[in-house]
């Protein structure tokens, strides 16, 4: 019982555990630079920055969540992010709007040249972002499609920090070995 209960504790622990959150906003939010292989520590194909005041009423200005840049898919195509290392990795989520037109996205998680997992369709507006929760690990490539030729936003992309995995793990082994110890 009291393996148990240190087990959900450090279980807990995890959820208090913080997130590393990529914000662009030290970026130039040049719309005519892609974001650069290693930016960090991911390859960021068919994407780059722009500032939230290129374009006054549109979603690139309503997609902020941090302070100056939002990242994009150009010119509305899917985008592919992947570990620079090639590692496999864990996506919690991030915010996504619709720069110019109504319209879903949806996701898919890779890994070694395998599609592990796949989403339903998000819906996007102009007007607000909207939290996109996957909490998606394991995977070496996440791929984002989008339901129109046109561009969408995306803000605060958000990965666990490694410790919180680790730490996770550890509890979740400890509970199942104080599980199997319990019926023997």
Known sequence: MKKTIIGLLATMACALAHATV?????LPGDESLPIDAGYAGFTWDNM???RADAYPGSGFEAGVVSP???AYNWFGQP???SKA???AWAFTGAYFTSAWIDQEISFEGWRNGQLLVTSGAFTLDTTAPSWVQLDWAGIDTLVIYNSSPTAWAMDEFTVPEPGSLALMGVSLAGLVTARRRRKA
Do not use: L, M, S
């Open 48 to 50: 780059g920055t722009i």
């Open 68 to 70: 100056a840049n939002v």
């Open 85 to 87: 290392d090639g590692n």
């Open 79 to 81: 985008a592919t992010i």
């Open 22 to 26: 990529i914000h662009f906003d030290d």
